[in-house]
Nanobody, 128 residues
Framework: QVQLVESGGGLVQAGGSLRLSCAAS????????MGWFRQAPGKEREFVAA????????YYRDSVKGRFTISRDNAKNTVYLQMNSLKPEDTAVYYC?????????????????????WGQGTQVTVSS
């Protein structure tokens, strides 16, 4: 069992930055692939980024490449999402998720069904 708690959301102007954190409980955090998703009002939850258990492999949706960086600190049981050059269209509730499932290619981790545990979400609002 893994419990995930996100923090770091807030209101920021376009072009600004935020750093989201996701703290995980449990001693097996380092064995999970971790992902970030987001959901805007009236829209489906969408993939943002994923990171391998070691941190050596990352995968992003195209619209955030070059602006967002996912990282993890297994000693602290925490995964991060550094978001720079934020745009109004980045406004959403951001969720972290943990996956114990194998995927042949990292693009498979873009699907919500790959994940076993979810946090409660943190709101990010980007004003224009």
């Amino acid at each position: 069992q893994v419990q995930l708690v996100e923090s770091g959301g807030g209101l920021v102007q376009a072009g600004g930055s935020l750093r989201l954190s996701c703290a995980a409980s449990g001693r097996t955090f380092s064995s999970y692939v971790m992902g970030w998703f987001r959901q805007a009002p009236g829209k489906e939850r969408e993939f943002v980024a994923a990171i391998s258990w070691s941190g050596g492999t990352t995968y992003y949706r195209d619209s955030v490449k070059g602006r967002f960086t996912i990282s993890r600190d297994n000693a602290k049981n925490t995964v991060y999402l550094q978001m720079n050059s934020l745009k109004p269209e980045d406004t959403a509730v951001y969720y972290c998720a943990a996956s114990s499932r194998y995927a042949a290619v990292y693009s498979d981790y873009a699907g919500t069904s790959r994940y076993d545990y979810w946090g409660q979400g943190t709101q990010v609002t980007v004003s224009s």
